[in-house]
């Protein structure tokens, strides 16, 4: 495995109309979580990926399943919860700009998960852990799973990747900001979106976030900056990789997670640290170009056209 991802993903409806929800008759049914947007992402491109949850033992939950496992994820360590539905979401598009998100996801299935859910033997021959935010604001037994994990995967030397992902209609802004920090000092790579480093460090300045997070043990942290591109930050070099301007954003969600899956491709692929923040903007450039999370991700023949056409 090259990469492993703990977390919860959900059914995701989105109105076939725009405007207030209220209003909308039709849905369109999908999935989407940020740990398997990435790990999609990342079996997409030709690595090996696997994610651990929970889902409800119900037909989404079966239909969810056989999704991810169907874009190439290996789902070995999903467990179904008799007794938790699986979670939903639904994403109401305002306008073209503006997306609402909605959660349904208290008390999950995704939510119950716990220690007992992490399989140390899976774990440690993956190269890469890859965590975010959201999972530790599930519920208590999903924030002591994930410091569990990430402290497994550092005593057997994963790279700990960790998006922090803020959601503010989970938990509270000081538990967040606490648990967060803590989260960060457990990694080695840390990416966050420029907002969600002011978050956690009161400044916007991508150089200054970058240097808090190296503080706290991490060897690099990537900071995106939305359409200007992303900062990297390591101990001897930092700067800003631009990225290729797109003409029509149609779905922003899922844009950090499309870059995180390009990002990492780039490393597992042995590609500089620049080159492979140049990949995670291409893949997060491609994403924001398709409605839904997961269905813009490109393939491996996909990322070499829109590659050559950037450097043309
Ligand atoms: O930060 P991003 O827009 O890349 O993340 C989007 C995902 O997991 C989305 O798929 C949703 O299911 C979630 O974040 C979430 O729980 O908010
Ligand atoms: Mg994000």
Redesign the pocket.
């Known amino acids: 495995m090259d990469v492993v991802t703990i ?4 059914v ?1 409806f989105t109105p076939q109309s725009q405007g207030q929800m209220r209003y909308a008759t039709n849905f369109n049914r999908k999935f ?4 398997t ?1 990435v790990a999609i992402g990342l079996a997409k491109l030709g690595h090996k990926a696997g994610w651990i949850s929970r889902v409800g033992n119900d037909e989404f939950g079966k239909a969810m399943v056989s999704f991810v496992k169907g874009e190439g994820v290996d789902v070995s360590q999903v467990q179904y919860d008799r007794e938790a539905p699986t979670g939903l ?1 639904f994403k109401e598009i305002r306008t073209m700009q503006q997306f609402r ?1 909605q ?1 349904y ?1 208290n008390g999950s299935a995704a939510s119950r998960m716990s220690k007992e859910d992490i399989n140390e033997n899976y774990l440690k021959q993956a190269k890469i852990l890859y965590i ?1 935010g ?1 999972t530790p604001a599930l519920s208590e037994s999903c924030y002591e799973m994930i410091v569990y994990a990430a402290k497994l995967a550092k005593k057997h030397g994963l790279t700990v990747v960790f ?1 922090p ?1 803020v ?1 503010r209609n ?1 938990w509270s802004e000081e538990k967040a900001r606490k648990v967060l920090l803590e989260l960060v000092s457990y990694s080695d790579i840390v990416l966050p ?1 420029v907002e969600e480093g002011e978050f956690l460090f009161g400044t916007k300045e991508p150089e200054e976030i970058g240097s808090e997070v190296l503080k706290r043990g991490a060897s690099m942290a990537v900071i995106k900056v939305g359409s200007r591109g992303a900062w990297y930050v390591t101990k001897d070099k930092q700067e800003l990789v631009p990225t290729v301007q797109v003409s029509e954003v149609k779905d ?9 899956a390009g990002f990492l491709s780039g490393l597992l692929d042995g590609l500089s640290v620049r080159e492979s923040v140049a990949r995670g903007n291409l893949v997060g450039s491609i994403v924001v170009q398709v409605d839904g ?1 997961v269905e813009g991700l490109p393939d491996r023949e996909e990322l070499g056209l829109y590659t050559s056409a950037a450097e043309d």
Do not use: H, K, Q, W
Request: glycine letters at 16%; hydrophobic letters at 35%.
């Open positions: 977390g919860e993903t959900m995701l989407a979580g940020a740990e947007n979401f998100i959660y996801r975010s959201i998006d992902n959601r989970l979106s922003p969600v899922g844009a950090g997670d499309g870059f995180c999370d």
